[in-house]
């Protein structure tokens, strides 16, 4: 590489002081080109990056939600498994209360098993 280097360098010094500038001009555009270059694959890495981070953040705020309702709910599962106190004192009691999607899909489901019982009765 330095042989190349001084072959240049002695090339260069038999031309005019004009075009060694021009010469040396050109490589650092290539120089400055490259770097424009590779400056713009470093941002859309790091945006990027960027988007991954704000995924994870997101992620992190659901999860965090998530475990914020374990506590009420082992406070539940702790009310149920309370026994009576003292007299008078009412022992909390679960409510079910009726919702009609759950009602359906369930209704679907034991249809879709009736339906497969009697399919597996004719054979």
């Known amino acids: 590489m330095s042989g190349k280097q001084s072959t240049s360098s ?24 490259a770097l424009k270059e590779a400056s713009g694959d470093l941002v859309g890495r790091v945006e990027k990056l960027s988007e991954m981070t704000n995924v994870m953040a997101d992620g992190g705020e659901a999860v965090a939600k998530v475990l914020q309702n374990w506590a009420y709910v082992f406070s539940v599962l702790g009310s149920l498994d309370m ?8 022992v909390p009691q679960m ?23 009697a399919a597996q009765g004719r054979q």
Do not use: C, D, M, V
């Not at 002695?10 to 120089?31: C, D, V």
């Not at 026994?83 to 009412?90: D, K, S, V």
């Open 10 to 33: 002695t090339n260069t010094a038999a031309l005019p002081r004009s075009l060694q500038l021009l010469l040396q001009k050109q490589q650092e555009y290539a120089a400055l080109q």
């Open 83 to 90: 026994t009576r106190g003292e007299e008078g004192e009412p």
């Open 95 to 117: 409510i079910r209360l009726p919702h009609p999607e759950a009602e359906a899909a369930a209704a679907e489901e034991e249809a879709a098993a009736a339906a497969a019982a």
